[in-house]
């Protein structure tokens, strides 16, 4: 019988990953003075979509958020309007997937309400909520959208429930949930939905991790492992693998693979280190990178997983003075691609009251997009109606690129004079910028043709000429005033592109004269 003998391997594999880095914005492009939460709740407190920031305020007489302008940086106003509907303190927001206008929030009050935010943001306090969610007995400690289904909310609460909700319904108030989740014997940690929102991951107090079917709330695997104690679980995309964050039989913080077919033992075990704080994770399934951020740490590890021993990879660390509370993190289409950003994360960082934007970046020379990097992500439109998903289909994601301009081209033609500016996200690359432009235009001339027969309202420079009239009110100026500071930002980004577009073309004639 021959012995196969050891060949010796290198340490490290190629990836275009492995030298990702990461880059905290600068004072400028903070926002300063928060009164971010107190509350001990292990959740991340802070939500983000291209347009706004929403994060967990500490108030006295209830509970209430903020919702900033993701422009509206530096020192916050301590006045500034909250959304402020619910009577006990908030513990957790999520922005809709489908709309960057609609978010939910659960509170100790035992409600969930969902929330319609103006399209100039919040300039008055919020109070009357878009739907209100009544079915907890107790408080609601996390709640989470479907992946693919629009209008489809999870949430989970201190009797041990988890309620699905169907928002496409007249009511305002909506006491009854379209289906109770009972399986749970203590309260639930966490949540997660595989690619597609066929399958339902939870963590709870109870050691156990299960993996159910959403829509009929059948417990189809559960594991109980004696060596790992789970407070965190993510469906790594379609990977058909679990990843769980929580403590070591020691107590030492730990990472554990699990294979979703089979939950009985995981596939490894990962001690990191000896600190107390909860571990966060995050997945982005396009890159196939994995974050840790720990709650109370300065640094967030890295790693890159694969389908193959030895599944998790590290990479990296990103390190910092500066503890973490809680991370809000950037949707993929709110990227900014000239950089080559591959994930943005909003730090909260309570000491200070500040929350500071995070960007990994993967180093390249060329200021180009990267189509490797960049590869068809999932958009902001929903692939089901609730009915369709509650009736048994499952459909995957609606991709769209993230190529500067591509997504433009999808809007309905009768839309593009007014919704351009809120399908694509601010800061938006000059060729994004250009395009809006030009539509701006282009809705201005068809409404001079079109004013005899009132098919369309009337626009200059892209907007209602109700809106150009003199400011009569304060928040009426404020408006104005953001919307310049947003029209100054966009046009100094693209005199520096130009700076930049002109440096290359003299390198190249110099080159050419040279050679």
């Known amino acids: 019988m021959a012995v196969s003998k050891m060949t010796w391997r290198p340490q490290y594999r190629s990836s275009k990953f492995r030298h990702v880095f990461g ?8 926002y300063d003075g928060v009164p971010i939460t107190r509350s001990v709740q292990d959740n991340n407190f802070c939500a ?20 900033l ?6 020192k916050v106003d301590p006045h500034h309007p909250r959304v402020s509907g619910h009577r006990g303190n908030v513990l957790d927001i999520k922005w809709s997937p489908f709309s960057d206008y609609c978010i939910a929030s659960c509170s100790e009050d035992t409600t969930v309400k969902v ?13 009357v909520p878009w739907k209100e969610l009544q079915g907890h007995s107790r408080r609601v400690g996390l709640i989470e959208w479907h992946p693919t ?13 988890v309620m699905i909700w169907n928002l496409d319904c007249p009511e305002q108030v909506i006491k009854n949930p379209m289906r109770t989740i009972s399986h749970h014997t203590d309260v639930v940690l966490s949540m997660s939905f595989n690619t597609d929102g066929s399958l339902l991951a939870t963590t709870c107090k109870d050691r156990k991790v299960r993996l159910m079917e959403p829509r009929s709330g059948n417990l189809l695997q559960e594991a109980n492992c004696k060596t790992h104690k789970a407070s965190k679980v993510l469906i790594l995309g379609n990977m058909k693998m679990l990843l769980t964050s929580g403590t ?13 077919d089979d939950l009985s033992v995981p596939l490894l075990e990962e001690n990191l280190d000896g600190s107390s704080g909860v571990l966060f994770p995050f997945y982005d399934p396009d890159t196939h990178m994995l974050y840790l951020a720990g709650k109370g740490d300065g640094n967030i590890r890295y790693y890159e997983i694969s389908s193959e021993k030895p599944y998790i990879q590290y990479l990296t660390e990103y390190r910092s003075l500066l503890p973490q509370k809680g991370m809000g993190v950037m949707p993929k289409r709110g990227l900014d691609t000239s950089s080559c950003e591959v994930f943005k994360f909003y730090k909260l960082v309570t000491i200070k009251g500040l929350i500071e934007p995070l960007s990994m970046i993967v180093p390249r020379r060329s200021e180009s997009y990267q189509e490797d990097i960049y590869p068809m992500t999932a958009g902001n439109k929903p692939a089901l109606t609730a009915e369709e998903w509650l009736s048994g289909v499952d459909k995957g994601p609606v991709l769209m690129s993230l190529k500067p301009g591509s997504q433009v081209e999808e809007l309905p033609s009768d839309m593009k004079g007014r919704s351009n500016r809120s399908q694509s996200r601010p800061g938006m690359l000059p060729l994004t910028y250009i395009q809006d432009q030009l539509e701006a235009k282009d809705a201005k001339e068809a409404s001079a043709h079109a004013e005899d027969d009132g098919n369309l309202t009337p626009v200059s420079n892209g907007e209602d000429l109700t809106l150009c009239s003199p400011p009569k009110t304060e928040n009426e100026l404020r408006q104005k005033f953001h919307k310049q500071q947003e029209e100054i930002r966009r046009l100094r980004e693209l005199l520096n592109q130009r700076d930049v577009h002109i440096k290359q073309l003299e390198l190249e004639i110099k080159n050419i004269k040279n050679s």
Do not use: M
């Open 115 to 127: 929330w319609e935010i103006p399209p100039h943001g919040v300039f008055k306090n919020l109070t």
């Open 248 to 260: 070591s039989r020691w107590n030492d913080r730990q990472i554990a693979l699990w294979d979703q």
């Open 69 to 74: 302008s993701l422009h509206h940086t530096g």
């Open 48 to 67: 983000v979509n291209p347009r706004f920031l929403a994060v967990i305020t500490e108030c006295a007489g209830g509970g209430a958020f903020l919702v």
């Open 23 to 30: 880059k905290s914005a600068t004072k400028e492009c903070c």
């Open 149 to 161: 289904a629009n209008n489809i909310l999870f949430s989970t609460a201190y009797d041990y429930q």
